[in-house]
């Protein structure tokens, strides 16, 4: 049997607006990651498209995360920094910030004594899922939990579900950061469907509740710069303005034409109703953020879609009752 390769032009490509600079991060080394201090003995990881985070303690090292794309990154830049500072560079501690794979798929890159922490439901989903390269958090917790690991305190929290049912806050307050997963990206605007997120309502309230934390140093888990809590200020008024637009765009796009071209297809003239309503409630999202939040020019559609189908199913806006 053979199989027939299929190429793409770059020319057929399309065109996107230039990336901010604002929106970059620092180069990175030869091995394909960089590593620096947040504060104290505090330090992340990226490799451009996500992060990770590390903690030197007398107890041994704490790592927040293992995306796979970094995978031995993360060993390599904790011995840079062990190497550099005189400190231990075992990992004795890995806490997982949710399930996915993109973020803690190298978790088992490190020893099975490694002592692994999570909330409740990151563990009943890892052992729904049976992946040998996330093994199971043994330890969990519900609602809050404060690690004092080497006379370090790291706090935990869960506060419903938003990106994923079990994604949690992990604050360092003695290290002036906080760290949460797949709801904000610095400078960027969110990559498909929110983030490809399972839950918009407490997608929205995440970055409120995030704030209410002391902290200056922010860890979004991807791409290559930390934030700030003027990000957070920017995302949410980013995602204030499409829900608005899309309430406007439900209100005001009229279906019938497509039910007048499709009468024995409902599912084609909805989808064109839809398809319409979307790019209604997406334009002036996009001519304001582009130049403003990377990729806003790719992605804005995108994540309309997925708020405005929340404002329908979740919060019951434009709902019609017949008669």
Known sequence: ?????????????????????????????????FVDRVERNLYWITDGTYQSAFL????????????PTIGNNIQ???????SANGVSNKVEYLVYSHHHADHVGAASLFDK?????????????????????????????????????????????WFGANHSPDNIIIHLPDHDALMLIDIVNPGWAPVFQSNLTEDIP????????????????????????LGTRDDLALHQQYMADIAESSRKAIDTVDYTPYF??????????????????????????????????AAADVFTESTTFQVLQSIRLDLGYGSWVHP
């Open 56 to 67: 030197t303690t007398s107890d041994g090292v704490v790592v927040l995360d293992a995306p």
């Open 260 to 293: 007048a071209k499709y009468p024995d297809n409902p599912w084609a003239a909805f989808r064109g109703g839809l398809e319409e309503t979307v790019a209604t409630a997406a334009a002036p999202v996009i001519e304001k953020y582009t130049g403003v939040l």
């Open 113 to 157: 004594s490694v002592t692994r922490i999570g909330h409740e439901e990151t563990r009943r989903l890892l052992l729904r899922d049976n992946d040998p390269a996330r093994p199971p958090n043994e330890e969990t917790f519900q609602d809050r939990r404060t690690l004092e690991i080497g006379g370090e305190r790291i706090e935990l929290s």
């Open 76 to 82: 390599r830049a904790i011995d840079e920094i062990a």
């Open 202 to 225: 407490g997608y929205l309230e995440a970055p409120a509740k995030a704030l209410e934390y002391p902290w200056t140093h922010f860890i979004g888990g991807h791409l290559g710069r």
């Open 1 to 33: 049997m053979s199989t027939t390769e299929t190429s793409v032009e770059t020319s057929d490509l399309p065109d996107y607006a230039p990336v901010p600079k604002s929106a970059l991060g620092p180069a990175l080394n030869e091995q394909g990651y």
